[in-house]
């Protein structure tokens, strides 16, 4: 196996480890709605806000930082395979990572606050029940900021150097090409 294809493999096996954790995160830690049931069998929210955007936005902002995350361990760790290819990787992992979260989140989610079974609700009773969340065009915006991240360290930073320089090493700070300084 090529550096190439264990670099490439590599970014893949960390976008889905991140995603997996952070999807088990995401479901244990998922706000819920608590109702109680009433005697013509309706159930009415003791719980007030809005637990789906909540989700939602949790779910968006950590696989957002997964993401960048990502396309900055890829730029750093392989920059002999700077370029395009790369580019589109980072995007697509991140793309699978994103949609890792959401699927994990809602396993964990309804492992951890099952549904009661019908007969088993009693009148007067609360019920904690997880609400159903899906991220539509929200899932692209993680792939997005990796390409972005990774796009801008490429422009911004010079492979193979730290964008910070070592003590005693005399590395000049990395600029923007073409910049006065």
Do not use: K, N
């Given at each position: ?159 193979g150097r730290s964008p910070v320089p070592e003590e005693g090493t005399g590395d ?10």
């Amino acid at each position: 196996m090529s550096r190439a294809t264990g670099s490439y493999a590599g970014i893949l096996a960390l976008s889905l480890i991140l995603a997996l954790v952070a999807g088990v995160l995401s479901g244990g830690l998922r706000p819920v709605y608590t109702g109680r049931v009433m005697e013509d069998a309706s159930v009415i929210l003791v719980s007030p806000g809005s637990q789906e955007f909540d989700t939602w936005l949790g779910m968006i902002t950590g696989s957002s930082i997964l993401a960048i995350v990502v396309a900055l361990i890829a730029f750093f760790r392989a920059p002999e395979l700077l370029g395009p290819r790369m580019l589109a990787w980072v995007t697509f992992c991140s793309l699978l990572g994103a949609f890792t979260i959401v699927g994990i989140s809602d396993v964990v989610a309804h492992l951890v606050h099952p549904v009661p079974a019908g007969d088993a609700l009693e009148i007067g009773e609360e019920y904690a029940f997880v609400p159903q969340v899906t991220l539509h065009w929200g899932v692209v915006i993680a792939p997005y900021l990796a390409l972005l991240t990774y796009w801008s360290a490429a422009v911004l930073i010079r492979p193979g150097r730290s964008p910070v320089p070592e003590e005693g090493t005399g590395d000049p700070v990395p600029t923007i090409p073409g910049s006065a300084v």
